[in-house]
């Protein structure tokens, strides 16, 4: 690996963060100046910011940088799903002018919190030092806690902000004491640096205090079970563009925080592993299992996304090449999914139509293209072949296996099954007969070109998978050789 450890400043690192910070102050400092229906101009600033942001990532692809006293740490993994974040922030702005304007919520505020939230989520994906990781971490979610009240004068928006907000600043309060208590143990919060404390029983329970609580706060983020009540009622009271946001977004960045602190925490602590199975298989379970009873499709998404934690979950505890490589990959695919799903919803929302399962039914009558896009969404959540959700859990299953993690494997095969029923059950409802007449209604034609990204790059990804998981691979293979070059074994930590 072409490694460059530097004591000099490495502005490239840093610049996909700064451009989208740049570009979120332009559109902030824009806003004031527009009218309320010229916002469209705040979108191409947006789409221009990101693009460039996206051409910074790619400046990194194949490099690794450590720069900025080795608080910024530009690599792969980092790039990779930086692309993803940047990837589902351009489809969100594209998916939420139209929605906003049907809706009456038009705050010239929404589009630099979309952007600061992103460049929060960079910031997680661009380090390896605790402070900052907490940092992004808080610009990302106090953004989303303001999102998700955006619709004021509806009640339910309200209390999923005030629910995701409080339960958010506990989450915050366990990490950020689990940093200090790593801190305490180890003397640095570079978790590359990481050494386990031979001998010393006090720093050993201060290290498994700090995983511990460490899990907790980015459980939370994870939407894994029992960390995870918040995301039904916020996923169904939030706006829905902020849901598909929230859903893609927090998703990638929690997951690309914990696929560096598993590799480097995993192998010293035995704990950190046992908890990660708990958690994978609980929100595998429960996650599909409350899917399967729900009649609101949002709240339906909500818990299969809880489910979907639980699949991405078995690439941490198997922490193995394939398992990582199959996480990067199943991360693209995953917001494609979601933010495209939740663009159909908002579709519903925005002509007036509500977006319980019933309410689906018939929408081929409606709009045949919504109708056929929502379906290649959902057929690509239950892992239906040639899609990439198919590959994406093959990939996971794949990696359980190699790691002799079988209960996982048959319960990742098992629950997918599960989860199948209730997306096949919302597609065969797009096509049914509607109950009540019902009133064509057109997709515009910036939402229209969001939803033909996400299909196409699902199905291409799903005939040419290769064309993702060589870089995937590669990202894997790299993040793995920065491990702590004194992390004891397994064996080591069990003595």
């Not at 977006?355 to 709009?367: E, I, K, N, P, W």
């Not at 590669?474 to 793995?480: G, S, Y």
Request: some cysteine.
């Amino acid at each position: 690996m072409d490694a460059l450890v530097t004591p000099e400043v490495e502005w490239s690192a840093l610049a996909p963060i700064g451009v989208v910070v740049a570009t979120a102050l332009l559109t902030l400092v824009l806003e004031l100046f527009l009218p309320p229906t010229r916002r469209t101009l705040l979108i191409v600033i947006g789409l221009l910011g990101l693009a460039l942001a996206a051409y910074f990532q790619l400046a990194t692809w194949q490099g690794f940088v450590v720069t900025f006293g080795a608080m910024v740490v530009a690599d792969s993994l980092g790039s990779m799903l930086g692309l993803a974040v940047l990837g589902a922030t351009a489809l969100t702005l594209l998916v939420s002018e139209d929605y906003l304007q049907a809706r009456g919520l038009r705050y010239g505020e929404y589009y630099p919190l979309v952007l600061f939230a992103s460049a929060g989520a960079l910031a997680m994906l661009t380090t390896t030092n605790l402070m900052v990781m907490f940092i992004g971490l808080e610009m990302l979610s106090l953004a989303l806690y303001v999102l998700s009240g955006l619709s004021r004068t509806e009640a339910r928006s309200e209390e999923s902000a005030l629910k995701y907000f409080l339960l958010g600043a506990f989450a915050s309060a366990f990490l950020l004491y689990g940093i200090a208590l790593f801190y305490g143990a180890q003397g640095t919060v570079d978790i590359r640096t990481m050494a386990f404390p031979w001998g010393d029983a006090s720093a050993v329970a201060l290290l498994t205090a700090s995983a511990i609580l460490i899990l907790i706060g980015l459980a939370f983020k994870a939407s894994l079970v029992p960390f995870h009540l918040w995301t039904p009622d916020v996923y169904q009271g939030a706006p829905t563009v902020a849901t598909a946001y929230m859903s893609a977004v927090a998703k990638v960045a929690a997951f690309g925080v914990l696929i560096r602190l598993t590799l480097s925490v995993a192998p010293a602590l035995e704990l950190w592993g046992t908890l990660l199975w708990w958690l994978s298989l609980l929100s595998m379970i429960v996650g599909n299992a409350a899917a399967l009873l729900q009649r609101d499709a949002k709240r339906m998404l909500a818990y299969s996304s809880i489910a979907h934690a639980g699949y991405l979950t078995v690439g941490l505890v198997s922490a193995n090449a394939t398992g990582v490589a199959g996480m990067i990959y199943y991360l693209v695919a995953y917001s494609l999914m979601t933010v495209g799903a939740f663009a159909v919803l908002g579709l519903m929302a925005r002509a007036g139509d509500a977006t319980t399962v019933d309410a689906l039914q018939g929408l081929y009558r409606r709009s045949p293209f919504a109708a056929h896009t929502m379906a290649i969404l959902l057929l690509s959540l239950a892992g239906i072949p040639p899609t990439a959700g198919f590959w994406g859990k093959w990939y996971l299953f794949f990696a359980a296996v190699e790691a002799n993690q079988w209960l996982l494997a048959g319960v990742l095969a098992l629950t997918s099954v599960v989860g199948a029923a209730y997306y096949l059950r919302l597609v065969f409802s797009l096509y049914a007969e509607p109950r009540t007449p019902t009133v064509a209604w057109r997709v515009p034609a910036p939402v229209s070109a969001a939803l033909l990204a996400c299909v196409l790059g699902l199905i291409g990804l799903g005939v040419l998978p290769a064309s993702l998981t060589d870089a995937a691979r590669h990202a894997a293979r790299q993040v793995m050789v920065e491990l702590p070059a004194d992390a004891p074994s397994d064996a080591q930590a069990r003595k």
